[in-house]
């Protein structure tokens, strides 16, 4: 079974500095997609950024950049600029590319990100 | 506007009593899940469904039961059985491909009281 393991419980950062938050997986696939949702105190889940397995490239939005290790089965959200907007909860997730009556996504436990002024 | 709905934001509820919670979909996804998210929390898992008339239970599925009649409804019945009902219910829907993210709903607050 996939599973996501976020590590940073919480972290903080000075407004405008760059933040990065961690996250791994485990799976046996070779085709999946991965996701970091924002969920801000108004407590909507927000997709931030997706990331195909089988691009090489690190997908960016904006001042959202991610650093996607497949070997190691990585998959960090760096945040540049940091606005005190970008305070909230961080999820990764996972998806499998195989769509089956199983099909689910698996979050991980979430970074609580603080924005400080 | 297509969106995810749940009503209502927020449920107050006597202990014993059981409590459906509504979603509806109209962005023709085939896929709809419930979540439960307790304070400082991540979403565990409480049921899904893929297609209309089949489920599966998630993680915490205990306490819990889900229909699924409608493409566009799967409604959430916390029963007397769940302990700890008090939480933060979410709703989300996906696209039958795997490329898309899933959509959530606004969220249902329930208190147990």
């Known amino acids: 079974a996939q599973t996501v393991t976020q590590s940073q419980p919480e972290m903080s950062v000075q407004e405008a500095e760059t933040v990065t938050l961690s996250c791994t997986y485990d799976t046996s696939e070779s085709d999946y997609y991965l996701f970091w949702y924002k969920q801000p105190p108004s407590r909507q889940m927000i997709l931030v950024i997706r990331q195909e397995a089988y691009k090489q490239q690190n997908a960016t939005e904006n001042r959202f950049s991610v650093n996607f290790q497949k070997a190691a089965k990585s998959f960090s959200l760096k945040i540049s600029d940091s606005q005190l907007g970008d305070a909230a909860m961080y999820f990764c997730?996972?998806?499998?590319?195989?769509?089956?009556?199983?099909?689910?996504?698996?979050f991980g436990k979430g970074t609580r990100l603080h924005i400080l002024p | 506007d297509g969106g995810i709905t749940q009503s209502p934001k927020y449920l107050f509820r006597k202990e014993g009593q059981n409590v459906t919670l509504s979603c509806e979909q109209n962005l023709n996804h085939d896929a709809m899940y419930w979540y439960r998210q307790d304070p400082g929390q991540g979403l565990r898992l409480i049921y899904y469904?893929?297609?209309?008339?089949?489920?599966q239970k998630g993680d915490i599925a205990e306490g819990y039961s889900v229909s699924r009649e409608k493409k566009e409804s799967f409604p959430l019945t916390v029963t007397s059985a769940q302990k700890n009902p008090t939480a933060f219910y979410l709703c989300?829907?996906?696209?039958?491909?795997?490329?898309?993210?899933?959509?959530f709903g606004p969220g249902t607050r329930l208190t147990v009281l």
């Open positions: 997730a996972y998806r499998s590319a195989l769509m089956n009556r199983d099909d689910k996504i698996i």
């Open positions: 469904s893929q297609i209309v008339n089949d489920f």
């Open positions: 989300a829907s996906t696209p039958s491909s795997a490329y898309n993210e899933q959509f």
